[in-house]
């Protein structure tokens, strides 16, 4: 296990009213896989620390990572970093955590990426690590948010090119251009992908929409060995 190092913010850059990519220097990062996240670590003038795990944005690059942080209301750590703390200020990480929520090119095969709100920033580690491998294997990534303003990577989504699929699903009010009425996700959202033979999994969102795309992607014939979770909440 790594002990904690300083982290330079270098870079702040808004996705929505309340969600931030937040890039750091890290000096002598030992680099990490796509799935994974870090412990940061705030320290008060007056001895208090406070510590909160951010999943990483990006595949591993020289000593540079970027964190998704998504303003929580009344928070102690995600406001301050989300909107507060200076650039060029420095706080402590320790990283990088987690074996069993990753993927690499690597591992091969088909890909299906299913997030909520701002559980897709592991999502998008994977996503980027796949678009820049030489990879053809068929890729999905179904999005689902509130509302259009909710988005993450919204540029980025957009430009993907055509060997990965990508749908959003509103929840509260659809896109203009939206065929789907907005609401949950239903099976009926799953059934057009690639077959699930194959297939690896991966899910990430508040508790409540990674136990409600679990069972709907069992019910569509996906085994329980294809599925990986994550969730916060």
């Known amino acids: 296990m790594h002990g904690w190092r300083r982290a330079r913010l270098t870079e702040r850059t808004d996705q929505t009213a309340t969600g931030r990519t937040l890039r750091f220097e890290v000096p002598r990062w030992p680099g990490h896989l796509p799935g994974q996240h870090v412990d940061v670590r705030l320290t008060a003038d007056d001895g208090y620390q406070a510590v909160r795990s951010y999943s990483l944005a990006a595949p591993a690059h020289e000593d540079a990572i970027e964190l998704g942080v998504q303003a929580v209301p009344g928070g102690e750590v995600s406001p301050y970093l989300a909107d507060v703390l200076p650039v060029d200020a420095e706080v402590e990480v320790k990283g990088p955590l987690g074996g069993w929520f990753v993927w690499t090119p690597r591992d091969g095969g088909p890909l299906l990426l299913i997030a909520g709100g701002c559980g897709v920033v592991p999502l998008m580690a994977m996503l980027r690590a796949r678009l820049a491998s030489p990879s053809d294997e068929p890729c999905s990534v179904v999005y689902s948010v509130r509302d259009p303003d909710e988005v993450w990577y919204e540029s980025e989504l957009d430009a993907v ?40 999994c991966y899910v990430c969102g508040p508790t409540g929409f990674v136990e409600h795309v679990s069972t709907l992607l069992l019910a569509t014939g996906y085994a329980a060995g294809q599925i990986r979770t994550e969730r916060f909440g």
């Open 161 to 200: 090119d055509g060997s990965v699929h990508v749908r959003r699903l509103y929840t509260r009010r659809a896109a203009e251009d939206s065929e789907r009425a907005a609401g949950r996700m239903t099976e009926r959202d799953l059934l057009d992908l690639p077959p699930p033979t194959g297939v690896r």
